[in-house]
DNA sequence: GCATTCATACTCGGATATACTCTGTCCGAGTTCTGCAGG
DNA sequence: CCTGCAGAACTCGGACAGAGTATATCCGAGTATGAATGC
């Protein structure tokens, strides 16, 4: 059970836009980060469908937030990312079998299953509970209050 | 971020070993759950590894719990298939591009990894505290209590 | 009748192919800025 | 000097390969059983 590190980028790439003052290129998130630009693409465009980002095309085109940092969880990046699924698909293989469960007990998930999701709802909740705007604090705080001018520097210089 | 399916079927395997009363070949387990054998064997041996299970060979060989269902929790099983590794693994690209996060402040990881730490161990906590022997309760309270009275015929008989 | 030996049948364990998803890359469609010509 | 137009540069978006992992399978190593044999 692994994350993509795609979503690593991708609340990154958050962080960032919710201390830019305008669109920023995708060309421009990726060199900040030391990454690809065109795979970062990729999942800015997941960003952009999920509704989290607006993109604007064009010479002075780029991404932005389509809503404040306070608004926007880790969590709906993650899910933006990595799909709404839940981590554990049950198959239902206490219907196989020689002795299979059937009828109304099959209504509900079996309890392995609710286990299962009862773990992933306590997941999403602690990711619920941290939106964008908490970490951007966190970096001024680890990092200082510069840095986020320096930041917007480099974003408005090049 | 998917769990693998293997997983569904430790847990599985692991509520009906707690009902067996001596070794379960893994054929038996295979049929029961309507799988393969050879790669439920797969996920066998990893419990094996991880010390959940027993395995002893010979004509009346098979697979047993090492420890009460009690003892063994659900996050044991998942740990031992899945691999003991959180699904979130930090690139530190604050570390990249042209204004790196660099010095003391790397010493400890970036609010971003804490709050994905946190909210695994929020998983986690969640997995742990649902034990074999609860599982094996809910399967009674949802079938009723015949339900293991005739696994262990079938068990037995084939 | 009993102990010993041997063949057997059954078990687990690791080594081996295949399918799928994640990772990484490329080129085309669309939009805005800029320079130039004309009025 | 102002306005309209054409070109160019820059942007995003979807379509296209390669690598790594999950899935599924096979065959070999090892052991307890049970029958056959000798005492």
Redesign the pocket.
């Known amino acids: 059970m692994?994350m993509?590190?795609?979503v690593e980028w991708a609340v990154h790439c958050c962080v960032v836009l919710s201390q830019a003052d305008g669109p920023v290129?995708?060309?421009?998130l990726a060199d900040f980060h030391g990454v690809?630009r065109?795979?970062l693409?990729?999942h800015?465009?997941q960003l952009?469908r999920a509704g989290l980002v607006r993109?604007?095309?064009?010479?002075?085109?780029?991404?932005a937030l389509t809503r404040s940092a306070e608004e926007i969880s880790v969590l709906d990046v993650v899910l933006a990312i990595e799909g709404r699924e839940p981590a554990f698909r049950c198959t239902e293989i206490r219907q196989n079998g020689p002795l299979p469960a059937t009828g109304e007990v099959c209504r509900r998930p079996c309890g392995i299953a609710r286990a299962m999701y009862a773990a992933e709802d306590a997941w999403r909740a602690s990711l619920a509970a941290v939106s964008v705007a908490d970490l951007a604090t966190g970096v001024e705080e680890d990092t200082g209050a510069q840095t986020f001018v320096r930041l917007r520097g480099w974003l408005a210089t090049g």
Chains 1, 2 share one sequence.
């Open positions: 692994k993509s590190a795609g290129p995708a060309q421009r690809s065109t795979y693409a990729k800015l465009q952009s993109s604007t095309e064009g010479r002075v085109g780029g991404y």
